[in-house]
């Protein structure tokens, strides 16, 4: 096996963002059957080292391809680009402005407590992650728009964080 593969290589997957999640899935049961650490248990030193190494790798790359965030970062670096560099923050000022507006809906369903404004919140979050996606998609796989992707994936990250500071407040509502 050779460490210097990319995690695409390393599945025997197309480097690319659209990714089939079965065949990753599949790929990474069957690397890992194969290179698990316990399969080499009865093996001299060096071998059980080697073994966990792939096995260290092997969970790597997996969780790195499965999020789609991680996904879009590593694709760019792969091209040289840092997406989330600190220095570079650039975003289109529509998305800023539908940020202000989810920040706020947010404190609106916290202070108020009012479960369905999280509901259609959640539903209109997650349906622009979607878009943020296949927008990405197109970004890396079809135009190799490399700095309009980088945007994509801090948007993307952004979500993230806005999906999981909405389940924050589903949380407290809750107590």
């Known amino acids: 096996m050779d460490f210097t593969q990319t995690h695409f290589e390393l599945f025997g997957l197309p480097q690319s963002y659209a990714l089939d999640r079965d065949k990753l899935d599949a790929a990474y049961r069957e690397l890992q059957n194969t290179v698990h650490p316990d399969r080499f248990a009865a093996q001299p030193d060096a071998e059980q080292r080697v073994a966990m190494q792939w096995a260290t790798q092997a969970n790597e790359a997996y969780q790195t391809l499965k999020h789609p965030v991680s996904r879009g970062v590593y694709l760019l670096k792969l091209q040289g680009i840092d997406a ?12 800023l402005m539908q940020q202000m507006e989810w920040r706020e ?17 959640t539903d209109d979050l997650r349906s622009a992650h979607r878009r943020i996606e296949a927008q990405l998609a ?15 994936v801090r948007q993307l990250r952004f979500m993230d964080k806005l999906i999981a500071e909405v389940g924050d407040v589903y949380e407290e509502l809750e107590t």
Do not use: C, Q
């Not at 560099?85 to 000022?93: F, G, I, L, S, Y």
């Not at 809906?105 to 919140?121: N, S, Y």
């Not at 490399?146 to 945007?151: I, K």
């Open 105 to 121: 809906a947010i404190e609106d369903a916290r202070t108020g407590k009012r479960v369905e404004i999280l509901d259609a919140l």
């Open 84 to 95: 989330l560099d600190a220095n570079n923050t650039k975003m289109a000022p529509a998305f």
């Open 138 to 152: 197109e970004l890396i796989d079809t135009t190799h728009d490399f700095s309009a992707a980088s945007e994509a």
